[in-house]
């Protein structure tokens, strides 16, 4: 497959870095290729490379990239959009984006007929770098929110050569969610804690919630005292 990234910063390293070692075109682009290292084209360049696009870069660059490289024009249509950003205030674990759209649709409103898909913003650049991530045995889970089956699967298939699970996460409009839940992990991370122990395995025979109906007191389990 043939993958542009816009960016060349750690996560475009890591993730670019990956997917060759699997056997993949990858060609990354920046605003100033000089000083991004060898083999670093131009944003635009990037951009049209290949069927899909890795947008790395930090949010409050990521509409001005995509401008610059023609996404209003419709540079991107037709191509799978990969955004990875995680728009929080500066400083701070608190969602840029509070109140309104979430940063990936407003990337796919940036980018009209591109189909964007929001993965791998949940870890840091250290774990796309493991081979692979595996954690107690269990290769590492990566959410993907989309529309399009193909820029899914396209994703999934990338997700797969890392040596990692895609979970689907739903459409476009669930994407805030998976922005919310980076912003929570990261404020964890920052003060020590071991997200794994937030969010354990409770294994695959146990009771799952019932999606679509409301919780039915008989169903609850019964303590020793009220």
């Known amino acids: 497959m043939r993958i542009g990234i816009l960016g060349a910063g750690r996560m475009a390293q890591a993730l670019g870095g990956r997917w060759r070692e699997a056997g993949h ?24 490379f290949g069927e899909a696009v890795l947008l790395a870069v930090p949010d409050h660059a990521a509409l001005e990239v995509l401008a610059a490289v023609g996404a ?12 990875c950003t995680n728009p929080l205030v500066p400083g701070t ?33 250290e774990v796309w770098r493991m081979t ?14 989309g529309d399009q ?11 797969a050569d890392l040596g990692c699970v895609p979970v689907a996460g ?6 805030g969610l998976l922005e919310a839940a980076a ?11 071991q ?9 695959a025979d146990a009771p799952r919630p019932t999606l679509g109906r409301r919780q039915d007191p008989a169903d609850e389990p019964e303590t020793a005292e009220r």
């Open 25 to 48: 075109e990858v060609l990354s682009g920046a605003r100033d290729p000089r000083r991004a290292g060898p083999g670093a084209e131009s944003l635009a360049t990037a951009a049209t």
């Open 72 to 83: 209003g024009g419709g540079a991107l249509r037709g191509r799978t959009l990969i955004d």
């Open 93 to 125: 674990v608190r969602l840029a984006t509070e109140g309104g759209p979430s940063m990936a649709e407003r990337i796919a409103a940036a980018a009209p007929g591109a189909h964007v898909v929001k993965a791998f913003n949940l870890c840091p650049d």
């Open 132 to 145: 692979p991530p595996v954690f107690d045995g269990v290769p590492l889970g990566v959410p993907l929110c």
């Open 149 to 159: 089956e193909t820029a899914l699967a396209l994703v999934g298939t990338l997700v």
């Open 170 to 175: 739903g459409g476009l409009e669930r994407a």
């Open 183 to 193: 912003a929570f992990m990261i404020g964890l991370w920052a003060q020590g804690a």
């Open 195 to 203: 997200a794994r122990a937030v969010l354990p395995w409770v294994g």
